[in-house]
C-alpha cells in the first residue's frame, strides 16, 4: 500500500515528492500531533503478521504504530542517513480478521518519512 493513497488518513502529514520513492511520493511531516493511518483489509483470520514499512529518514527517528485501539509499538530507525535512500523496516503485529486501521505517529518528536507499507 502506498502511503500516499488518497484513501489513507493523514491528520497533519503532507504528501511529499520524492524521485526516489515508489510513485514519486512518500508522507511526510508525522510526528507530534499529525498521523498517518493506513487501511489493511482482507485479512483472513486473526493472527500475527509481517507489517515492512519502507521509509527515508536523515537522522534516527522513532516511529510509533498501532493497530486500531491497541497497544502502541515503538520503533526506533536509522534509516539510509538520506532522504533520498529508501530503508525498510519489518515488525511482527496481531491483526483482526477483515479490516483495520495501522496509525503511525510519535507523539513526543518527528517520525520518519513512510513511503510504502506491506502485510504479508
Given amino acids: 500500500m502506498h ?4 484513501a ?3 491528520v497533519g502529514a503532507r504528501v511529499i515528492e520524492c524521485p526516489t520513492c515508489v510513485d514519486g511520493s512518500r508522507v511526510g511531516y508525522i510526528g507530534g500531533p499529525n498521523t498517518l ?3 489493511v483489509t482482507g485479512v ?3 493472527g500475527e503478521r509481517t507489517l515492512t514499512v ?4 536523515e537522522q534516527p527517528r522513532t516511529l510509533k504504530l498501532a493497530v486500531d485501539d491497541g ?3 515503538e ?9 533520498l535512500i529508501p530503508a525498510r523496516t519489518s515488525v511482527r503485529l496481531r491483526l483482526p480478521k477483515g479490516a483495520c486501521w495501522i ?3 510519535n507523539d513526543t518528536g518527528s517520525a520518519p518519512d513512510i513511503n510504502t507499507v506491506t502485510v504479508s
Avoid: C, K
Avoid at 502511503?3 to 488518497?6: E, I, K, M
Fill in 44 to 46: 483472513p483470520q486473526a
Fill in 3 to 6: 502511503a500516499a493513497d488518497p
Fill in 8 to 10: 489513507n488518513i493523514r
Fill in 103 to 105: 496509525r503511525f505517529f
Fill in 75 to 83: 520503533l526506533t530507525l536509522a534509516g539510509a542517513r538520506s532522504w
Fill in 37 to 39: 493511518a493506513v487501511r
Fill in 71 to 73: 497497544p502502541v509499538r
Fill in 54 to 57: 519502507v521509509y527515508e529518514t
